[in-house]
């Protein structure tokens, strides 16, 4: 593959388009919201000048970085792509709708993934004549930093869909694990969830400071990051989509949101967005 396309211009879709250009890519990019690719876009060029003036690359090697970036006016734009990364909105309904409109233009033998972190790779498949090319492929916030793609089967995906996948990823410099089980959260989040979970509620029962339950994670658990750190970096509000669906899924109290973060949600403080999240409360 040397040609593929990526649907969303916000974090992740942004930061999967800059690294697939960074490693010899031509990236087809579309979001609803044309000015959101060209926003991204600006923001790949400030940060391919920053690796020029760090001595990271040459003037040459980011511009022609920043020329694989194609900016998509149109659907029809994608039909010469060899595979498709969607990362829209955790909103099932949305992503169908993408799906069902690559569905209309792609190649025959192209590879559609989706990058959500939660929701129902088969549910979204259903929107496709050709569920058995259609997986999830969930990269992680900061995508061009952080090394894991989760590679997730839905209920038809081919065998010869997942090596696909997971070739795609280790050309784009990453390591993969295989979800064998359609099952929401995947392996991380179903994971980490419950953590931030429970640091949300010790919080909201003064158990602990937000610094001192995070740095209790960090140094007692030798974690990078504390969960109310992390949860703040990866948004409330996303997290609160997933924890929602997870436990509209399972009916399970494990994934019940904590009513602190409803209310910092609530309240539009969602974290690194908003610069006011746990540490605020």
Do not use: C
């Not at 010899?24 to 020029?52: I, N, T, W």
């Amino acid at each position: 593959m040397r040609r593929i396309g990526v649907i969303g211009a916000g974090t992740m879709g942004s930061g999967i388009a800059y690294l697939a250009a960074l490693q010899g890519f031509e990236v087809v990019q579309y979001d609803a919201m044309p000015q959101a690719v060209e926003k991204a876009h600006q923001a790949a060029a400030s940060r391919l000048q920053k690796s020029v003036a760090g001595g990271k690359m040459s003037a040459d090697q980011a511009d022609a970085a920043l020329k694989r970036l194609i900016e998509a006016h149109d659907w029809q734009q994608f039909s010469d792509v060899e595979a498709v990364i969607e990362a829209v909105v955790e909103v099932i309904d949305v992503k169908e709708q993408v799906f069902r409109q690559l569905d209309e233009v792609l190649p025959e033998s192209a590879l559609l993934a989706t990058n959500t972190s939660s929701l129902s790779i088969t549910e979204i498949a259903k929107a496709t004549r050709r569920p058995q090319q259609v997986l999830g492929m969930h990269f992680f916030n900061p995508a061009p930093v952080m090394k894991l793609v989760e590679i997730v089967r839905g209920e038809e995906t081919s065998d010869a869909a997942v090596g696909q996948a997971q070739e795609l990823a280790k050309e784009l410099g990453k390591e993969t694990i295989v979800v064998q089980k359609d099952t929401p959260g995947f392996v991380v989040n179903r994971v980490l969830m419950p953590l931030f979970i429970e640091a949300m509620r010790m919080l909201e029962e003064g158990v602990a400071s937000a610094e001192d339950i995070d740095k209790g994670v960090r140094l007692g658990l030798n974690h990078p990051m504390g969960p109310l750190t992390l949860a703040d970096f990866t948004g409330l509000d996303i997290d609160l989509n997933v924890m929602d669906y997870m436990f509209d899924e399972f009916h399970d109290d494990r994934f019940a949101a904590p009513l602190v973060l409803r209310r910092l949600v609530r309240a539009g403080h969602l974290g690194k967005k908003t610069g006011r999240g746990f540490y605020r409360y």
